[in-house]
């Protein structure tokens, strides 16, 4: 008879509590194993903070001149053109040439914008058309940066860390986009416009040091030729993908019916009897319930089915917006916010998780181009439906019937595109470290029988 095996001494009381709160918070653990990830994350925290500085002073530095909220959404405005061009023309740049090398010459660009806006501000009378030339030049480099970044990762992290590493970048940009603000403020009542650019040039400085340190990251096979017709087969690429077709449209469609950010003036005064502090706690609330979600990641490697997890999380952003629209206390609108920046901040981690692995590495930067320009362009379109439905309805019926058309383009994509419904995370499976990952749902049978992606299309 074989020796009885020794019980288990019980866990300390409290132990599983503590386990279980730990694996909620974002996994850290990728900075620590990959240093080619730790100085790609730390490069992009740096400029982040940076680029957010900049952000608001030129807001406000626009202000100062003209006295003219106009002229300060004009400035805005004028950015989008160039963002959107340069995103969708820069991933064919991106899938032809050293990713490595293109995010060396972003940062010399991006730096050369800051740093004609810091010699305008150090003028005796500062003018107002490189407020204009330069936010315009450097938003042209900024989805192209955002793309090389984003498709250099799966070089730099293995397969069962990608969900981890997309969490940790998403932590750091909302990381910074509260403490870029809150120090431009300090920095500006107390040192000017000129120092707060300079700032941004010395952390273009600090992540172009970063990417030199970074190993070589060419395209797999070499890269394709860029130009119109890699762009076109970035565009096929996406359209064929079903799971990538899913992820990008039931973003679009939340973006474009539930983004009410345009409304909160309106309600601010309208509905909760405020002024300009109530606007300010309208539009931070989504940040800061942003923020809390992409530090509560934890588990977002270990969900089996992301499709499913963005639909839920979108849902769940639409039925905040709803409550929103509805809610006549401003405490409950807060919250309801609150709650519906952190259902977007964990849907678009999982998004991501789904472009990475179902994008062939020589379309990386084509496919996340695009991505990019979806995510710029959807919540102006947004602003835009949300303002005519309010100015036919008023702003409380724009808000509410926008959360509930979230929710319904939700359904429908879940529908019209079960691969991307049943998409399976093929992290530990299906993915090979180098090579093109696969589509965990087929092409009209079962979930989880894996049928590899078309080759891209050059």
Same mark, same amino acid.
């Given at each position: 008879m =074989? ?5 288990? /001494? ?6 599983g509590?503590?386990r279980? $709160? ?9 900075l620590?194993r ?19 500085l ?6 406000y530095?626009t202000y ?7 002229? #300060?959404?004009?400035?805005s405005?004028?950015?989008?053109a ?35 806006? *810091?010699v305008?501000?150090?003028?005796? !009378? %500062?003018?107002?058309w490189?407020?204009? @030339?330069?936010?315009a030049? /450097? *938003? ?16 730099? #992290? %293995?397969p ?7 969490s940790l ?7 910074? /986009?509260v ?5 431009? &403020?300090?920095?500006?009542a !107390?040192?000017?416009?000129s ?11 600090? +992540?172009?040091?970063? $990417? ?10 070499g &890269? ?7 762009? +076109?087969?970035?565009? =096929? ?7 990538? *077709? ?13 983004? %009410? ?11 909760? !009897? ?29 969900? +089996?089915? %992301?499709?499913? @997890?963005?639909?839920?999380?979108v849902?769940g ?7 929103f629209?509805?809610?006549t ?15 977007? $901040?964990?849907?678009s ?15 990386q ?20 439906? /949300? ?12 808000a ?10 939700? #359904?429908?994509?879940?529908?019209a ?13 299906? #993915?090979?470290? @180098?090579?093109a ?7 009209g049978?079962?979930a ?9 299309? =050059?």
């Amino acid at each position: 008879m =074989s020796a009885r095996a020794p019980r288990p /001494s019980p866990e300390p009381r409290g132990s599983g509590t503590r386990r279980g $709160v730990g694996g909620l918070l974002v996994d850290t653990g990728p900075l620590w194993r990959h240093q080619g990830f730790r100085r790609l994350w730390t490069g992009q925290m740096v400029a982040g903070v940076g680029s957010q500085l900049t952000v608001v002073a030129v807001g406000y530095q626009t202000y100062r001149l003209t006295g003219s909220t106009a002229m #300060v959404g004009l400035v805005s405005l004028g950015q989008l053109a160039p963002l959107l061009a340069g995103s969708v023309l820069g991933g064919p740049v991106v899938d032809a040439f050293d990713r490595r090398k293109v995010m060396l010459v972003t940062q010399v660009l991006l730096a050369a914008g800051a740093a004609g806006l *810091a010699v305008n501000a150090m003028l005796g !009378h %500062p003018l107002l058309w490189p407020m204009f @030339a330069f936010t315009a030049e /450097s *938003a042209a480099f900024q989805g192209v940066d955002w793309a090389a970044r984003r498709s250099s990762l799966r070089r730099l #992290v %293995p397969p069962a860390d990608l969900a981890a590493s997309l969490s940790l970048q998403s932590a750091a940009f909302q990381a910074t /986009s509260v403490l870029g603000p809150a120090a431009a &403020g300090l920095i500006i009542a !107390h040192a000017g416009f000129s120092l707060v650019y300079w700032l941004n040039v010395a952390s273009f400085g600090v +992540a172009f040091i970063t $990417v030199t340190r970074l190993p070589a990251l060419p395209p797999e096979s070499g &890269g394709q030729p860029a130009g119109l017709a890699s762009l +076109a087969g970035g565009i =096929s690429y996406l359209r064929s993908s079903r799971p990538l *077709a899913g992820a990008f449209l039931i973003d679009l469609g939340a973006m474009v019916f539930g983004m %009410p950010r345009a409304l909160f003036p309106a309600l601010a005064l309208t509905v909760y !009897h405020g002024g300009a502090t109530t606007v300010g706690y309208l539009n931070a609330a989504p940040g800061l319930g942003a923020l809390i979600g992409s530090l509560l990641t934890g588990h977002i490697g270990r969900v +089996a089915r %992301p499709g499913r @997890a963005v639909a839920v999380c979108v849902v769940g952003w639409g039925a905040a917006i709803t409550g929103f629209g509805l809610a006549t206390w401003l405490p409950a609108a807060l919250a309801l916010l609150v709650v519906a920046g952190a259902a977007d $901040v964990v849907s678009s981690v999982f998004r991501m998780v789904i472009v990475q692995q179902s994008t062939p590495d020589a379309m990386q930067g084509r496919v996340n181009s695009l991505v990019f320009a979806g995510i710029q362009g959807g919540p102006r379109l947004g602003d835009a439906e /949300s303002g005519m439905v309010a100015a036919v309805a008023g702003p409380q019926f724009a808000a509410w019937s926008g959360g509930l058309l979230s929710i319904a383009t939700a #359904v429908v994509t879940c529908w019209a595109i079960p691969q991307f419904y049943r998409y399976r995370n093929v992290a530990s499976a299906a #993915v090979s470290f @180098a090579g093109a990952p696969v589509e965990s749902a087929d092409r009209g049978g079962r979930a989880g029988e894996a049928e590899p992606e078309p080759g891209p299309v =050059s």
